[in-house]
Each structure stands twice: as structure tokens, then as C-alpha cells.
Nanobody, 128 residues
Framework: QVQLLESGGGLVQVGGSLRLSCAASGRTFSNYGIGWFRQAPGKDREYVGAISWSGAWTYYADSVKGRFTISRDNAKNMVYLQMNSLKPEDTAVYYC?????????????????????WGQGTQVTVSS
């Protein structure tokens, strides 16, 4: 079982940037893709994006495409979510999650059920 811990959240103004980090420990981190999800107050948790186990492939929800970038450093057991041009609607608790399956390259329609290990989340608030 992999354990995940998010950090880097905070308060930022519209148009600003934040970088979230997801630190992993436990089972071989580099074998698993990582997804990012977010949950705004009163709303369901939604998919933000994902990165394949090798880091070669990244996928994004339409709402963040062109503004958010996911990367990973397998040597450090870290995944990052760089968020630029932030909007008030990006306000949410952000979660990283590890895929249940190893060596997956595609995340075209990822589901929460595909991911078995979740962090505790980090709050991002974008003020207008």
C-alpha cells in the first residue's frame, strides 16, 4: 500500500500560481500512475488530471487544460501539480491518488474507483 501526503495549498489571488506536491511512501511508487482530483464545497469530487507511471504521459480535464501541469520525480517519490492562471472556480480541496494497477499509460476517462490510495487533501483558495 502506498501512502500519499499532499502539501502546497493556500490562498492565492485570481491569476496567481501554486504548486502542489504529493509525497509518496510504501509500495514501489514508480510503478503506479497518479491522479489529481479536487472537491469544492457542496460539490462532488472531480478529476483534474493524471500522470502515467513513467511520467511520459499526462492527461487533464478540460477545465484545467493549458493552465495546470502534472509532473513527477520518481527518484524522490514525488508528484507535482503546477497550477497557473488560477480562477475562483479552482477553489477546492485537492487530492492525489495512486492507481490500483501498475504500469498504466492511459487515463482518458479515469474513475475514482481506479485509484486505491488517497492523500488527506490540501486546500486551495483563489480569491477574486
Amino acid at each position: 500500500q502506498v501512502q500519499l501526503l499532499e502539501s502546497g495549498g493556500g490562498l492565492v489571488q485570481v491569476g496567481g500560481s501554486l504548486r502542489l506536491s504529493c509525497a509518496a511512501s510504501g509500495r514501489t511508487f514508480s510503478n503506479y500512475g497518479i491522479g489529481w482530483f479536487r472537491q469544492a464545497p457542496g460539490k462532488d469530487r472531480e478529476y483534474v488530471g493524471a500522470i502515467s507511471w513513467s511520467g511520459a504521459w499526462t492527461y487533464y480535464a478540460d477545465s484545467v487544460k493549458g493552465r495546470f501541469t502534472i509532473s513527477r520525480d520518481n527518484a524522490k517519490n514525488m508528484v507535482y501539480l503546477q497550477m497557473n492562471s488560477l480562477k475562483p472556480e479552482d477553489t477546492a480541496v485537492y487530492y492525489c491518488a495512486a492507481d490500483k494497477s501498475r504500469f498504466r499509460d492511459t487515463y482518458y476517462y479515469p474513475q475514482e474507483a481506479d485509484f486505491g490510495s488517497w492523500g488527506q487533501g490540501t486546500q486551495v483558495t483563489v480569491s477574486s
